[in-house]
């Protein structure tokens, strides 16, 4: 086994923890580390395919580096945006779950 | 071997003017937002009739290459029939949404600045950009980015009011889309392992029904309906497009959804191999088969117009998976029909379904609640808007005529032609629920009002625009099928 089979495994481990936390768990904030596990589990499996650079042909790929940097700003922002929705949430509610189904807005919205 | 066609500039215009109009908006602030947005949309508008136009005269794809850099290493812009009729309906769409928002989202007199109309303002040209670039990106990466910037968008229109109630559902409306989009990039990253590009072009040469493309395509795929909320991943939708204001319902209704079905489009009928699509295809229909009966069912047993709108998006998006297996199984014709019924049908979903959600919205404002059981007095106040909203409601049913009945009618005949009539059972049992739901509130609507019912007059602008929308939804079925060639173009 070569170092980039045990990044291999390593990446689809963090999937599958990270798919396993998004789904299982009722907290948002939990929930916004998952999908950062989940989301690192897809990097670390771009960089293995970087490192061996299968498909292109070549001893080893940059271009999936690439993806990786672009893929990393928007995991950012999406935890970022993430984050300050479940802050407000908090603020409002008092809890950050989004576990039971809210009640259905009495008020109009136009 | 892509190369930059003359009018390939038309593409970078598409893509680069919102985006400007955004960050200039965003500088400029207050009044001056509204402005430059609603100059740039209606500038947008005019790109993208200048595209289809092209694109219809020469009947063949625009291209740009960018940085005139050759893909693998470089990437595409390219805008085919599917891309130009999209962006077309995007622009309409948006532009009527946008003059629409004219009141609500005014700076009132005074005021130097107000929040929810400057996210307004800067949001709308960002979504034009983010459905320009899930339109017309040739790189399944790129389109990964748009997918990104749709829901970010979305999100933020969504929020705009602030409200409490809107919060909860619109977080798990985010948590739905970032699972969705990771999805989506693993699939892209195991086809890049395999084939070393992510050219939309390039792969389609590509690809072979082994391992790492049919876990890739179930990964993407997966990721996609999460995002289209294909039953049985549907529940988000309801109470996050309900919740939302009228604005962002229609567009979030409309548009946002449309952006994953274009690229669900790309990823089965351009990267995956014919054998998986015909026998993956099937499957996907039956999803739309359950969504279309439950969603239907389900919207007609809602107490509150806003819900039942949301819910009838759920069925109308399982129509647009019925032309998976019909295309696929048929020949080379019945699988051009199943094509333009089913760009089509999402064509008309977004022009009857914009309209639907802006006319809720004014009736919800003027009678100060939703409540179908209590909308009488409504068409006394407001008749265009419950006759616009009406209208909206035949293109969904697809009686003619209407963009509604001719994508119907098309899926129909193509279901018949290839054998798969039980298609057609669906269809049409689809077709008399919606226009149970629709009965329900058009009759609600006609009834003579409540005593003590308030019903304030809404603004004759609004209405025109309403009423803008659901005629174009009409009239699409009234253009003659040849005409709608531009769809054709290019198609798999």
């Known amino acids: 086994m070569t170092g980039t089979d045990i990044l291999a495994l390593a990446a689809c481990g963090l999937v599958a923890i990270g798919l396993y936390g998004l789904v299982a768990q009722a907290e948002v904030l939990r929930k916004i580390i998952a999908f950062n596990l989940l989301g690192a589990g897809v990097f670390l499996l771009f960089g293995v395919v970087a490192r061996r650079g299968a498909g292109a042909g070549l001893a080893a ?8 940097i672009t893929g990393l700003v928007v995991a950012f922002a999406a935890t970022a945006l993430a984050l300050v929705l479940t802050l407000r949430l908090y603020q409002i509610t008092g809890a950050a779950t989004v576990a039971e189904d809210p009640p259905e807005p009495t008020a109009p919205d136009s | 071997m892509t190369a930059t066609t003359p009018e390939g500039w038309l593409l970078v215009l598409a893509l680069t003017l919102p985006a400007g109009a955004m960050l200039l908006a965003f500088v400029a602030g207050g009044r001056h937002a509204q402005r430059i947005a609603l100059g740039a949309l209606a500038l947008w508008l005019v790109i993208a009739f200048a595209i289809a136009l092209q694109v219809q005269r020469g009947g063949a794809p625009l291209a740009y290459l960018i940085g005139g850099w050759q893909p693998p290493l470089g990437m595409a812009l390219r805008a085919d029939g599917l891309s130009a009729a999209m962006l077309l ?3 309409v769409v948006l532009l009527a949404v946008a003059l629409f928002g ?10 130097q600045e107000t929040r929810a109309a400057y996210a307004y303002w800067c949001f709308l040209p960002a979504l034009a950009a983010s459905l320009a670039a899930a339109f017309l990106g040739g790189d399944l990466f790129n389109l990964f980015v748009a997918l990104e910037m749709l829901t970010f968008t979305a999100l933020a229109l969504a929020c705009l009011d602030g409200k409490p109630s809107q919060f909860k559902s619109e977080l798990r409306y985010l948590l739905f889309a970032l699972i969705g989009s990771v999805l989506y990039l693993l699939g892209a990253g195991l086809l890049y392992g395999a084939h070393g590009t992510l050219d939309i072009a390039l792969l389609a040469g590509r690809t072979r029904a082994d391992a790492p493309t049919l876990v890739a395509g179930a990964l993407m795929t997966a990721g996609l309906i999460a995002k289209m909320a294909l039953f049985p991943l549907h529940l988000w939708l309801p109470p996050a497009h309900a919740g939302a204001p009228a604005a ?9 959804v449309k952006g994953a079905f274009v690229l669900l489009l790309r990823l089965w009928f351009w990267v995956l191999p014919a054998p998986v699509v015909l026998n993956g295809g099937t499957l996907l229909a039956a999803l739309g088969a359950a969504a279309i009966l439950i969603g239907s069912v389900v919207a007609l047993r809602q107490e509150r117009l806003k819900l039942l709108v949301a819910y009838s998006t759920v069925a109308q998006m399982g129509y647009l998976f019925l032309m998976f297996p019909l295309l696929a199984a048929g020949d080379a014709e019945t699988a051009s029909r199943a094509w333009l019924g089913g760009v089509l049908q999402a064509v008309s979903h977004a022009l009857a379904k914009a309209a639907m959600f802006l006319g809720a919205g004014l009736i919800a ?10 909308l009488g007095g409504a068409a006394r106040v407001m008749p265009i808007t419950v006759i616009a909203f009406a209208m909206g409601g035949l293109s969904l049913m697809g009686l003619p005529p209407s963009g509604g009945f001719g994508a119907k009618w098309l899926l129909l005949r193509a279901s018949v032609e290839t054998g798969q009539w039980w298609w057609s059972l669906v269809i049409l049992s689809g077709g008399l629920l919606t226009g149970g739901y629709v009965y329900r509130i058009v009759a609600a609507a006609l009834a003579p009002p409540a005593p003590g019912c308030e019903a304030r007059p809404v603004p004759r602008a609004q209405e025109l625009c309403v009423l803008a929308l659901a005629l174009a939804s009409i009239l699409l079925g009234l253009v003659p099928l040849k005409d709608l060639g531009l769809v054709r173009v290019g198609a798999p």
């Open chain 1, 61 to 68: 790929d940059p271009v999936p580096q690439a993806m990786v």
């Open chain 2, 89 to 91: 309906t995007g622009a």
């Open chain 2, 102 to 111: 004219r009141a609500p989202y005014a700076t009132p007199r005074g005021a």
């Open chain 2, 248 to 256: 962002a319902s229609a567009l979030l209704s409309g548009l946002v």
């Open chain 2, 365 to 374: 404002a003027s009678l100060g609640h939703d409540r179908v059981a209590a």
